[in-house]
């Protein structure tokens, strides 16, 4: 069997459409494109009372389906792909142990997204697949691919189980409440898992550390867009300090994932009111009733 396998040569049926992140981050049915939340002041929260409430959680919780397939070919990769040892270019037995571990989980995730799915009235590849998770799961070194998958987007999975469970709550509907649940458990020790070799592995190599939290700054911030995750009542995906806590996040790695998040939000707030601006500016100038008086002298 081929290392390092590229994410063309994923294997999916006809039932997938693959997009790029861009083209995903587009699609108009997702939580944060909503119709009902254009002109807002950012992304809007998905609560039970909206009338879309319905169609971004099947959309939400469809990302997270093929995210889960992809933790689990990611893990599995990461196996396979590196010879067993503790030297830079090997992973160390007990991690590939880890990583073993994680299929498992992952593999049920699947199976129970699938039912969820089922649930909530999705059919597979009814929204796309974007393929980010796999591709931070192809970085050559070991450490980097438990920093971008495990710490970043896991601990992203983390926000969104917990969010998605008190939307279950709030929605009175056990099935989504229990399967958040049961999945966010599995998930803050797979981020911990992350956690935990990060700081084994990097132990005598402040280089490879700061490389590898690098990568997973980068991963974070990508995910942060216009305040999608954050800390006030209204961000769309709640931060989960205390699971983060659990899985291994120290207070100042939690402050600083918020601080992305809001830094993300007032530059998102920005651009919004730099557009808004710049069309009335050009209102202002378009030939019309007010735009044949500019100098206010009226005629
Ligand atoms: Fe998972
Ligand atoms: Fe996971």
Same mark, same amino acid.
């Given at each position: 069997m081929?290392?390092?396998?590229?994410?063309?040569? %994923?294997?999916?049926?006809?039932?997938?459409?693959? +997009?790029? %992140?861009?083209?995903q981050a !587009? /699609?108009?049915?997702?939580?944060?494109? &909503?119709?009902?939340?254009?002109g807002s002041r950012r992304p809007p929260? %998905?609560?039970? /009372?909206?009338? /879309?409430?319905?169609?971004?959680?099947?959309?939400? !919780?469809?990302?997270?389906?093929?995210?889960? =397939?992809?933790a689990l070919e990611g893990a599995g990769r990461t196996c396979w792909d590196f010879p067993t040892g503790t030297g830079r270019e090997e992973a160390p037995f007990e991690l590939k142990l880890d990583m073993? &571990?994680? @299929?498992?989980?992952?593999?049920?995730? +699947?199976?129970?997204? +699938?039912?969820?799915?089922?649930? !909530?009235?999705?059919?597979?590849?009814?929204f796309s697949e974007a393929t980010f998770l796999y591709e931070a799961a192809c970085n050559p070194d070991p450490v980097?691919?438990?920093?971008? +998958?495990?710490?970043?987007?896991?601990?992203?999975? =983390?926000?969104?189980?917990?969010?998605?469970?008190?939307?279950?709550?709030?929605?009175?509907?056990?099935?989504?409440?229990? @399967?958040? /649940?049961?999945?966010?458990?599995?998930e803050v020790t797979h981020v911990k898992m992350g956690s935990d070799w990060l700081r084994r592995m990097t132990a005598t190599d402040p280089e490879r550390r700061a490389n590898a939290l690098e990568f997973q700054k980068v991963v974070d911030q990508l995910f942060s867009l216009g305040g999608f995750r954050g800390e006030e009542a209204d961000s769309p995906i709640k931060l989960a300090r205390r699971f983060r806590e659990l899985a291994g996040f120290d207070t100042a790695e939690i402050d600083e994932i918020a601080e %992305?998040? =809001?830094?993300?939000?007032?530059?998102?707030?920005?651009?919004?009111?730099?557009?808004?601006?710049?069309?009335?500016?050009?209102a202002d100038a378009a030939p019309g009733p007010r735009g044949v008086v500019p100098d206010g002298t009226g005629s």
């Open positions: 081929k290392h390092q396998l590229r994410v063309e040569e %994923l294997a999916r049926d006809e039932r997938f459409v693959r +997009v790029d %992140l861009f083209q !587009m /699609d108009p049915r997702t939580v944060r494109n &909503r119709a009902e939340g254009k929260k %998905l609560t039970p /009372d909206r009338p /879309d409430a319905s169609e971004g959680a099947r959309s939400l !919780m469809h990302g997270i389906f093929m995210g889960e =397939i992809q073993a &571990r994680q @299929c498992w989980d992952e593999t049920r995730h +699947v199976e129970i997204s +699938v039912k969820l799915g089922d649930w !909530m009235g999705t059919e597979i590849g009814e980097l691919r438990l920093t971008g +998958v495990n710490r970043a987007l896991e601990g992203l999975a =983390i926000d969104i189980f917990n969010t998605m469970r008190d939307f279950g709550q709030a929605s009175g509907d056990p099935v989504l409440e229990f @399967c958040e /649940d049961w999945m966010l458990a599995d %992305l998040s =809001i830094a993300s939000r007032q530059q998102a707030e920005a651009m919004q009111a730099a557009g808004a601006a710049q069309a009335q500016a050009t």
